[in-house]
C-alpha cells in the first residue's frame, strides 16, 4: 500500500507541474511518514546524497559550458568544420553534428548545446536552403549525442550512484557508442538532403574560408576534450579537478586568445552555472529521499523480481526497458530519470549478470533518443525556438534521425565490445 502511495504520489505532482525535485522529495517523504518510520531520514538523506566528491564535478562542468559558449568556441568550430566538409548537399547540416559531438566532450549538457549550436547555424542553414524544421530536427537530434560523449553530466551521475562503476570508466566507454550515435544521425541528415536537395544553395561566408586558417582559430575549442580526457587517463588528475582545468582553460582562450571574454562575462557565468547547478544538486538530494524510501520499505526488488520475471529474456527485457526510456526521456532529463529509476533498473541488470558499465550506456542511449523524440522533448523544445517551428513540424524528418539512434542503440546491445572494448584497454 505505502508503494502504491509512494507511485501515486509522485505522478500525481508530476501532472500538477510540481517541479520535478520537490515531487521526488514530497512523494519519498509521504511514503516515510505513512511507514511510520522517523522523519529525520528526510534530512539525513539530503545530506548523504550530496555529500560525495565526484558530484562536486558537475557545477564545474556546467560552467565549462558556459564559458565555452560565450568565448565563441561554437562558432569557430563551426567555420573550420564547413571548411573542411565542404559546401553541397547536407553539407552544414554535417557540420552541426559534428560541432555538437565537440561540444559534448566538453560540457556534456544536451539542452546547453542544441541552444549553442542552434544559436550559430540556424541563420547560415535557412540562407543555404534548408527548412527551418529540418533544422531543429538536425540541431536537437545531434545535442543528444552530448550525454554520450564524454564528459557527460548523467555518466557522473550513474557512477555516482552504482557501486562498482568508476567515472573514468564510464567515460572510456561512452566515447565509442558516442560516436556511432553521431555517425547514425549523419547518415538519415545527408539521405534526405540527397534526394530533397537540401544545402548548398550559396557559397557566401565559409564556403571560401581554407581548412588550414579556420583550424587554427578553432584548434584551441579542438583541444578542450583531449586536455579533460587525457589528462584523466594519463593520472594528472580526477574527473573532478579536470572540470576544475578546463575552466580554467576555457577562461585563457576568452581572455588571452580569443579576448572575448570580460569580467562582467565571469560575473554572468557564475551566476548561470551556480542557479543550473543548485537546481541539478537539489533534484540529486532530494531523490535520496526517494531512493532511500523505495530501498528500506521493501518496493525495490518486488518490481524487479516481477519484471524478470515476465519470461522475456535479455533482449525482450532490453527491449521493454528501452520503449519505457525513451518515453520518459521525453519528460525527464537523464539526471532525474537515473535519480528515480536506478534503484530498480540495477537488481534488473544484476538478474541477468549484466556488466553495469554496459549496462549504462545502454540506459543513456535510450535516454538520449527520448531526449529529441517528439511530442516533448527537451533537446527538440530548445532547437524548435531557435528556428521559430512547432514541435509537431519536425516529426516527419527527426523520426529518421531517432530511426538511426535506434540502429546505433541496437548494435552497442548486440556487441557489448563496443562499449566496453576501450575502458578494458585503458585499464578501467
Same mark, same amino acid.
Given at each position: ?52 566528491? /565526484? ?67 540556424t ?8 527548412p ?17 560523449i ?26 565509442i ?61 580526477? /574527473? ?30 557564475l551566476?548561470e ?11 540529486v538530494?532530494?531523490?535520496?529521499v ?23 529474456g ?32 540495477? /537488481? ?13 550506456i ?54 557489448p ?12
Amino acid at each position: 500500500m505505502t508503494g502504491f502511495v509512494l507511485v501515486a504520489a509522485f505522478v500525481a505532482m508530476m501532472l500538477a507541474a510540481v517541479p520535478v525535485g520537490v515531487a521526488i522529495g514530497l512523494a519519498g517523504a509521504l511514503a516515510i511518514w505513512l511507514a511510520g518510520q522517523s522523519i529525520m531520514a528526510v534530512p539525513t538523506n539530503v545530506y548523504t546524497g550530496i555529500a560525495k566528491y /565526484p558530484l562536486i564535478a558537475i557545477p564545474m562542468f556546467v560552467l565549462v559550458g558556459s564559458v565555452f559558449d560565450r568565448t565563441g568556441v561554437a562558432l569557430r568550430l563551426v567555420r573550420f568544420a564547413t571548411a573542411l566538409v565542404g559546401a553541397g548537399r547536407g553539407a552544414l547540416a554535417t557540420v552541426s553534428v559534428l560541432v555538437a559531438m565537440v561540444l559534448g566532450g566538453i560540457s556534456g549538457s544536451g539542452p546547453a548545446t542544441s541552444a549553442a549550436v542552434g544559436q550559430v547555424v540556424t541563420p547560415s542553414m535557412i540562407k543555404d536552403g534548408y527548412p527551418r524544421a529540418f533544422i531543429a530536427s538536425t540541431v536537437g537530434a545531434a545535442a543528444a549525442t552530448d550525454i554520450l560523449i564524454p564528459p557527460s553530466i548523467a555518466f557522473i551521475i550513474y557512477a555516482v550512484l552504482v557501486p562498482g562503476v568508476s567515472v573514468p570508466a564510464i567515460f572510456a566507454a561512452g566515447m565509442i557508442p558516442g560516436i556511432l550515435a553521431g555517425i547514425s544521425i549523419i547518415i538519415p541528415i545527408l539521405i534526405i538532403s540527397w534526394l530533397r536537395d537540401f544545402g548548398g544553395k550559396t557559397q557566401q561566408g565559409d564556403g571560401a574560408l581554407s581548412v588550414w586558417s579556420t583550424f587554427k582559430e578553432a584548434i584551441w575549442g579542438l583541444m578542450a576534450p583531449v586536455i579533460i580526457l587525457g589528462g584523466m587517463r594519463a593520472g594528472l588528475f580526477t /574527473p573532478t579537478e579536470a572540470a576544475v582545468m578546463a575552466v580554467a582553460y576555457g577562461l585563457f582562450i576568452g581572455f588571452v586568445i580569443y579576448r572575448t571574454l570580460t569580467l562582467r562575462d565571469v560575473y554572468e557565468m557564475l551566476v548561470e552555472a551556480g542557479e543550473l547547478s543548485g537546481i541539478i544538486l537539489i533534484v540529486v538530494a532530494l531523490a535520496s529521499v526517494f531512493a532511500w524510501s523505495l530501498s528500506t520499505l521493501g518496493i525495490v526488488q518486488p518490481i524487479a523480481d516481477w519484471i524478470v520475471s515476465l519470461g522475456l529474456g535479455p533482449y525482450g527485457t532490453l527491449l521493454l526497458l528501452g520503449l519505457v526510456l525513451i518515453v520518459i526521456g521525453m519528460v525527464l532529463d537523464g539526471i532525474s530519470i537515473y535519480l528515480i529509476l536506478l534503484p530498480i533498473l540495477i /537488481p534488473i541488470a544484476n538478474s541477468f549478470g549484466w556488466d553495469l558499465v554496459w549496462f549504462g550506456i545502454l540506459l543513456t542511449m535510450m535516454v538520449a533518443i527520448g531526449q529529441f523524440t517528439p511530442p516533448v522533448a527537451v533537446n527538440l523544445m530548445v532547437s524548435c525556438k531557435i528556428a521559430q517551428v512547432p514541435m509537431e513540424s519536425t516529426i516527419p524528418w527527426v523520426s529518421w534521425m531517432v530511426l538511426g539512434m535506434m540502429t546505433a542503440l541496437a548494435m552497442v546491445v548486440a556487441v557489448p565490445d563496443l562499449a566496453l572494448w576501450l575502458p578494458r584497454v585503458l585499464g578501467y
